[in-house]
């Protein structure tokens, strides 16, 4: 009986005193000296989800991605490369918090009518920090209850769901980071061949001191050139501090040992290298290129390619609360797309964009992708286009399917994408900036007692609770031209975020710095 082996692996992963987990936004974070025992629990609930999924190839990835260095997380991913579904949240939740694993894991094992002989593999991948190697060990052990690991090291996230995909998906790519490398420089290479562009591409990317920087050096070719900063993985002190993408987009200013040359497109990754986001200078002027502008960007010159390709297709973009006004006002009025809002985290947002032939999502903070549906993709293979234009155009499309990631966001592809988009269209970073002016817009963090005190609805636009909050909220909102401000828990740190957006910069860090206020008493 599995009991046995189960409890044996267990007393070498002790649950810590005191502590009670929470699968959030984007799985398990917390500080990683903490986190042994949930990783290692994870690793068995992996296990039980491949037994769930008949054997097919689960993942596991350890990655506290944008936090600081001394967090660590976990989060496990199914077999298509999506996030685990929300209903085996709880049992994740349920087991990291147990105190008695075996009759835990025996209820899921029950309520799911499981057979765990079932159990494949399970791969595992996880970022630089310095507890990666041995939370690693521990989700191992976890896997080994019931099924078998595979670990590939250090990875970016996406890596690792493009793997779980292809393990399970022949036709998807080969099922190694090799095979990842090749997948997108095979793309780059055959886009810029049919558009008959000679110079390379060319960009400095700051890598947050992250896993983004080995992973890029490895995609270097007589057509990729990438100067990288910020990529020193041995000083794990480092990682994301004053850098990266998160840092980026929160202080709206250049990262640490990066001096721009004006009107020169810059790019940084987050820790794990699944969020990206573009800037250039303009004399003082920084220059942000968000999430929103990412999107914007391969919207449009999406549309132009199927006007030439005369392919019609649903198309939809999908934002959150952090999203500027002035995006989706841009997106709804001159891009004429449709606009769907879902709440943080991007298991969310990839369910929504699903909906759509081809649906883009980008969170502000640069996280994002966009799907093309099966029934799309197939439409593509088969169309035919008499001109020659036409004919690239379809070309291009195609082979987009294979360079964005279909499964996550992925600064590396993201980063492809965006780069090839302004080279074709022959548009510069500072004609990009000028496609819209966003609202000034500040965002908080704010520490408070409890943060699951703070309840949201209408996509986290709203708070509900504490009872009276949001009047208080909408009272100073009015206040303000085009003001618009909300407040959630973070999923991924403990504490609560504040955003404000407003006609201008001042009155935006007022507006903000007045709802902070309002959350002392909590
Ligand atoms: C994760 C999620 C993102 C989310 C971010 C912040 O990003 O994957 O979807 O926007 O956390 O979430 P929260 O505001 O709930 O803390 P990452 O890059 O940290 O994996």
Redesign the pocket.
């Known amino acids: 009986m599995f009991t046995d082996t189960l409890s044996a692996a267990s007393v070498r992963h002790p649950k810590p005193p005191n502590t009670t987990f929470a699968y ?3 799985g398990f974070r917390t500080l990683g000296s903490l986190l042994d025992s949930t990783v290692f629990r994870v690793g068995v609930l992996a296990s039980l989800r491949s037994a769930k999924v008949g054997g097919k190839t689960i993942g596991v990835m350890i990655t506290a ?3 600081p260095p001394e967090d660590n997380g976990v989060k496990v991913v199914d077999p298509l490369g999506e996030m685990l579904p929300q209903l085996w949240e709880p049992y994740a939740t349920q087991l990291a918090n147990s105190d008695n694993l075996e009759d835990d894991v025996r209820d899921i094992v029950s309520r799911e009518n499981i057979d765990v002989a079932q159990a494949g593999l399970v791969v595992v991948g996880m970022d630089t920090r310095e507890t990666g190697p041995q939370l690693l060990r521990a989700a191992i052990d976890g896997i080994e209850v019931f099924g078998r690991a595979k670990s590939f090291g250090e990875l970016t ?1 996406p890596q690792l769901h493009y793997l779980v995909r292809s393990h399970n998906d022949p036709g998807f790519g080969e099922p190694s980071e090799d095979g990842y490398n090749k997948k997108i420089v095979g793309a780059v290479e055959e886009i810029l061949r049919l558009w008959n562009i000679q110079e390379p591409l060319e960009i400095t990317v700051d890598a947050a001191n992250g896993v983004g920087a080995p992973k890029l050096r490895n995609l270097s070719s007589n057509s990729i050139i990438i100067t990288i900063v910020n990529s020193n993985t041995q000083d794990k002190s480092a990682l994301n501090v004053e850098c990266g993408a998160d840092y980026v987009k929160t202080n709206q200013k250049l990262p640490s040992n990066l001096q721009p040359r004006d009107h020169q497109l810059y790019s940084s990754f ?1 820790g ?1 290298a ?2 990206v986001v573009f800037y250039y200078a303009d004399g003082p002027r920084f220059q942000l290129l968000d999430g929103d502008r990412i999107a914007t960007l391969l919207a449009s010159f999406l549309n132009k390619l199927l006007q030439q390709a005369k392919v019609e297709a649903k198309m939809g973009i999908i934002q959150t609360a952090y999203a500027n006004g002035n995006s989706t006002r841009y997106i709804q009025e001159t891009l004429q797309i449709p606009v769907d809002f879902t709440p ?3 298991k969310h947002l990839h369910h929504k964009a699903q909906e759509y032939d081809i649906g883009l999502y980008f ?1 502000a ?1 640069g ?1 994002g992708t966009v799907l093309f549906s099966d029934d799309f993709i197939d439409s593509l293979k088969s169309a035919q286009s008499c001109s020659p234009e036409g004919k690239r155009a379809l070309k291009t499309l195609i082979l987009l399917t294979e360079l964005i990631n279909q499964t996550v966001g992925d600064s590396i592809s993201d980063l492809f994408a965006v780069l090839l988009a302004l080279r074709i269209q022959d548009k510069t970073c500072v004609d990009w900036g000028r496609d819209y002016t966003e609202l000034p817009n500040k965002l908080f963090k704010v520490l408070v007692k409890d943060r699951f005190a703070f309840k949201t609805t209408d996509a986290e636009r709203r708070l509900v609770e504490p009872a009276g909050v949001q009047a208080q909220i909408d009272a100073l909102v009015a206040a303000y031209a085009q003001g618009r401000s909300f407040v959630r828990a ?4 403990n504490a609560v ?1 504040v955003y404000s957006e407003a006609a201008s910069a001042a009155d935006c860090a007022e507006l903000g710095a007045r709802v902070c206020q309002l959350l002392e008493p909590y």
Do not use: M
């Open positions: 959030g936004t984007a991605s944008h936090n996230t987050d794990d699944d969020r943080t985290g991007v969170e903070n996280h973070s999923g991924t740190e975020r």
